[in-house]
């Protein structure tokens, strides 16, 4: 199929002499002269590339890197820059623009840096190990363009380099396996294994054979020598994740083996040195936890050397309808459908919705929907039954007073037909706000 182009710059005679050109390529041209256009453009019909202007007379190329993004994940969108817009546009690739190009126009730069974008765009750049590991960890491969999601590409550049230990702290589903694994692909460990392990699924008596490994015969049930987590993570990353569930015996094993850096397998004499970094998460408040004394503090500022706070997905409205694309595409390869998008008023209720299981939830109600979705587009009748239900829903409790906020509770509860998630969504507040709340007012249900 013959690439398509949106050419977008307000100079008539240069963009109608850019379109002449790239046809002369090969290429399926198309013009927009203003911001506007483009937006019709891009609305309307597909585009491999699109190739615009940082300045317009109507708004910018951000404008139209930003729309491109929710509307189309699969095109790539090169800007084209004076001297003195550099800055801005080296911006625009934190916010997932795939080049920039200065002007005046080298034809064969151009040509160079389309085949590049139509190469990513194909995969052909993208390591199919990389690939595997996205599709197994059930998050997106993708950045967003909200503030949140450029801090915390930042913070994930920033760190990755460097030795120090990383805890990540974020809700389920925000995606916290996928960070790990970014910040180990951009360290100096990346040809190095990645091992990741759910600590919450290690029983407390396995758990030393789990991480450091046994030697045949050392309990019942030892039949064979086992390599432990931290050998075979040797030279590379290990992943701890939901590491707030480890026992507190567990917890003084692996703070001997992390400020050691020896281990001794279970019914073993002899100690293995180990290199290793360590990645760890959690959805629990490990602070909270170490003042508790359920955590231990010695160990939570030696995993804590460098935090990275996830956001709500709720919190990202910028990116939702990126990932529900991803998602969306996703869903389509494994089903083997080709459902377009998603209908204006689906759209409306994904950017207001809590998402309270977040990226996980989306990836989940979006691979259902597209089961279910007979036409083109998904609609809002093929979504589950509480997310219909919320789209009907109004009200917010930030518009009560403090004198009246318990009946405007109370009113939701009722509303929701007393489903905590429900009334929370209603009143435009998450989960552990209403707790908070029931907890306040010495509401029982």
Known sequence: ???????????????????????????????????????????????????????????????????????????????????????????????????????????????????????????????????????????????????????????????????????????????????AHSIHSQSKRASQPYIAVDCGAIPKELASSEFFGHIKGSFTGAINDKTGHFEAANGGTLFLDEVGNLSYEVQVQLLRALQERKIKPVGSSNEIQVDIRVVAATNEDLAEAVKRGDFREDLYHRLNEFCIKVPRLSERKQDIMIFANHFLAQANDDLEKDIEGFDEEVTTLFKNYSWPGNLREMKNIIKRSVLLEKSATIHIDVLPPEMQEASKLEGSLSGYSKSNEEEAIRQALEKANYNKSKAAILLDIDRKTLYNKLKLYNIDL
């Open 1 to 179: 199929m013959t690439p398509k182009i949106l050419v977008v710059d307000d100079d008539t005679a240069f963009c109608v002499m850019l379109k002449t050109f790239l046809q002369k390529k090969g290429f399926e041209v198309v013009n927009a002269f203003t911001a506007q256009e483009a937006e019709d453009a891009i609305k309307s019909q597909f585009f491999d590339i699109v190739l615009t202007d940082i300045r317009l007379p109507d708004s910018d190329g951000l404008h139209i890197l930003r729309l491109v993004k929710e509307t189309a994940m699969d095109s790539q969108v090169i800007l084209m820059t004076g001297y003195t817009d550099i800055r801005t546009a080296v911006n625009a690739m934190k916010l997932g623009a795939f080049e920039y190009v200065g002007k005046p126009i080298n034809p064969d730069e151009i040509l160079h840096t389309i085949g590049l974008a139509l190469n990513k765009k194909s995969g052909k750049q993208t390591p199919p190990s990389e690939k595997k590991q996205a599709k197994a960890s059930g998050v997106p491969f993708v950045k967003g363009i909200s503030s949140d999601s450029a801090r915390l590409q930042e913070h994930i550049a920033l760190v990755a380099p460097t030795n120090m230990s990383v805890l990540i702290i974020g809700d389920s589903g925000t995606g916290k396996e996928h960070i």
